[in-house]
């Protein structure tokens, strides 16, 4: 019934990705039908889903499903469903194109990997049905929308172009066609035994049966119904090859580590095992069960702007709902994978009414809250797997911290910091059981690196009266510690910001009168930092250095400072406060310099110095480069000089 056929040519990064894919997962090729298994599954879903409000697209009877046809004479081997279809126009957009921005990334992911890493990435990113190139040198789409009276015919060798051409008289749904390759390792995919267990492995779950007719071979039987000597009859039977039971209804100890993973695989195309697995049935005046997921891996678009929703798809009643609903899970928790099923919610939930829906708050309260306590048992049970996952995943935390989701501190108390207790990773619980009795507060120190941090003046005071440090160093941390302001009812205090360790009264008067005294001094350094500076004062947290930068309690860091700046925002100018180490000699240089010569330029120049050095000190960038090297330059010229 075709009319005319016309010849496309695939977008360029669909050729790309075609090519990549057919020569480079050869190790894996069987993964071809799961993709074409779960397109088939996902076509069903979409069907049953769209049949909630238009009935007539499927008969009331109908039953829906999947159905594998091999020939081995023909060499071809059929993925069928009986699912939603496409029109013309979706075949075109789905087969001929990649649509996803996540591809371009993909391709450049893989130019920076390697061919090596190719199937990880592959597994990651899912290019899907183009996988069926691996084992086919055709492909053929036939397909029919629901609710339409005419399809298409979709052809390709996968080498840079399809026909397309219309055909008439077909039923609803899509059969895949593909031509196998020559080769024993190909012929497999025509045997029973391989498309059994392969069906087996990884498509389980799928709640569709996938059936294929099979040939049953038995002994011929007499009319007695007793076995006739050396005489066989051979039937067709339709068998279907999945259990079909969706795991997360099954009994939490019948299903095997074996099949989480497949599961687990299958909903978040990641190529490991996952971290770990929530499963639970909550019973009471709403009932759900819950099946969920914490990858080991970050996935690669973890910090996409466009992913940042949950990725927790909702069934009712067995039918899927809303694939990754965003109101499951707080975007900080967009990492977890998995399902929820209730059959206490209407089948014909929108988006809009989720959104204000009650019960999912409250389903979405219960899931934070057992993904932290599972979070809290690994930690407990091996930190050094926790620390891995921590290292993945730990940013995300952090950021639900900030978004004020640190509930009875479950969040806090999960997160683990670097700290100058040592090089490892430290709890906040752990930090206060070495805190000493005197101690009034948690310190925390924000910077570009560890080591940046080890050597900050900031540290001089706090180490020599051996407090501990927590040392951040993510650009999150900035964020989170406007929040995370007190644990376990201690202080968490920023060691560059605000007075500092406490001091003794018999220091802190010694230091007011100092103060005084120099008035002078540090009035004429401070106008000389005018544009930068507000205050230039005497130090009580300094031991070697002679000078250091401080914020104000409640002021912003320059490290957020330049984020705000970068990410466009108006911000006005922070200044900070320049405090000079009294007993450093340097400064009691100065002191002497002041009182001899109260107009030395000598005093703004050292000012303007000591000031730029602070400022590498913390990683920072100079102002003004040029300037500050030919003050230095000119200082050294005099001090050899003689
Ligand atoms: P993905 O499944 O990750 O979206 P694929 O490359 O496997 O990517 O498929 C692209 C799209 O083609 C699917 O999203 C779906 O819209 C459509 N598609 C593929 N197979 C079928 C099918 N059997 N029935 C209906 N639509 C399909």
Redesign the pocket.
């Known amino acids: 019934m075709s009319t005319q056929t016309e010849t496309h040519a695939f977008q360029a990064e669909v050729s790309e990705v075609l090519s990549l894919v057919v020569h480079s997962l050869y190790s894996n090729r069987e993964i071809f039908l799961r993709?074409?298994i779960?397109?088939?599954s996902?076509?069903l879903d979409?069907l049953r889903f769209e049949a909630l409000t238009a009935p007539e697209l499927m008969g009331a009877e109908e039953s829906l499903g999947i159905v594998l046809d091999a020939d081995p004479e023909a060499r071809t081997l059929t993925i069928a469903?009986n699912?939603?279809?496409?029109t013309r126009e979706?075949l075109v957009q789905?087969?001929g194109t990649i649509a996803s921005s996540g591809t371009r990334r993909f391709l450049d992911a893989l130019k920076e990997g390697g061919a090596e890493n190719a199937p990880d990435l592959i597994g990651q990113f899912?290019?899907?049905?183009?996988s069926a190139f691996m084992v086919a040198s055709e492909v053929r789409?036939t397909?029919c929308r629901a609710g339409e009276s005419s399809g298409s015919v979709w052809v390709s060798g996968g080498e840079g172009s399809y026909s397309l051409e219309e055909a008439d008289g077909l039923g609803r749904?899509?059969i895949?066609t593909l031509s196998l390759r020559e080769g024993d390792e190909f012929d497999a995919f025509l045997q029973e035994f391989t498309l059994r267990e392969v069906v087996r492995k990884y498509s389980d779950f799928v709640e569709y049966p996938i059936q294929m007719q099979i040939e049953r071979t038995k002994p011929k039987l007499d009319d007695e119904g007793k076995p006739i000597e050396g005489e066989t009859e051979t039937n067709q039977v339709t068998d279907t090859l999945n259990s079909m039971k969706p795991l997360w209804a099954k009994p939490k100890e019948e299903i095997t580590d074996e099949e989480h993973e497949e599961f687990y695989k299958h909903l978040s195309r990641d190529w490991n095992a996952p971290f770990d697995t929530i499963h639970f049935r909550a019973e009471g005046t709403l009932e759900y069960t819950a099946l969920l997921y914490l990858p080991a891996q970050q996935p690669f678009d973890l910090f996409d702007p466009a992913a940042r929703a949950s990725k927790v798809s909702l069934y009712v009643r067995r039918i899927l709902i809303m694939r990754d609903c965003e109101d499951l899970l707080p975007g900080w928790l967009r990492f977890v994978r998995g399902v929820v099923e209730s059959n206490d919610l209407p089948l014909n939930v929108s988006r809009e009414v989720l959104q204000d829906d009650p019960r999912v708050r409250q389903i979405q309260k219960r899931l934070v809250r057992k993904v932290l306590d599972s979070l809290k048992e690994s930690l407990a049970d091996d930190r050094e797997r926790y620390e891995e996952f921590w290292r993945n995943f730990g940013v995300c935390l952090k950021e639900g911290i900030y978004y004020g989701d640190d509930v009875e501190q479950r969040v806090s108390g999960v997160s683990l910091f670097g700290s100058s207790h040592g090089e490892g990773l430290t709890t906040l619980a752990e930090y206060v059981e070495r805190m000493g009795d005197d101690q009034d507060a948690i310190y925390a120190l924000t910077g570009t690196s560890r080591k940046v941090l080890e050597c900050s003046p900031h540290l001089e005071a706090l180490a020599s009266q051996g407090v501990e440090v927590l040392f951040l160093t993510d650009p999150v941390d900035e964020w989170m510690l406007q929040r995370l302001t007190e644990w376990d009812g201690k202080p968490i205090r920023q060691a560059d910001k605000g007075e500092g360790l406490a001091e003794g009264d018999e220091a802190k008067a010694a230091r007011e009168e100092k103060q005084k005294e120099f008035e002078g001094l540090l009035g004429a350094m401070q106008a000389a930092l005018a544009d930068d500076i507000q205050e230039v004062r005497f130090s009580a947290r300094l031991k070697n250095s002679a000078a250091v930068l401080v914020g104000e309690e409640n002021a912003l860091s320059p490290q957020l400072e330049r984020m705000l700046r970068r990410s466009g925002q108006d911000v006005p100018k922070q200044k900070r406060i320049l405090e000079l180490n009294p007993g450093h000699a340097l400064v009691t240089g100065l002191e002497k310099l002041h009182a001899v010569d109260a107009q030395s330029p000598r005093v703004a120049e050292i000012a303007e110095l000591l000031y730029g050095q602070a400022l590498i000190a913390e990683g920072m960038a100079l102002e003004d480069p040029g300037r500050f090297t030919k003050l230095l330059t000119e200082l050294m010229t005099s001090s050899v000089k003689g």
């Open positions: 993709e074409l779960s397109n088939a996902d076509a979409k469903d699912g939603i279809g496409m979706e789905n087969l899912g290019v899907g049905f183009y789409v397909t749904g899509t895949v």
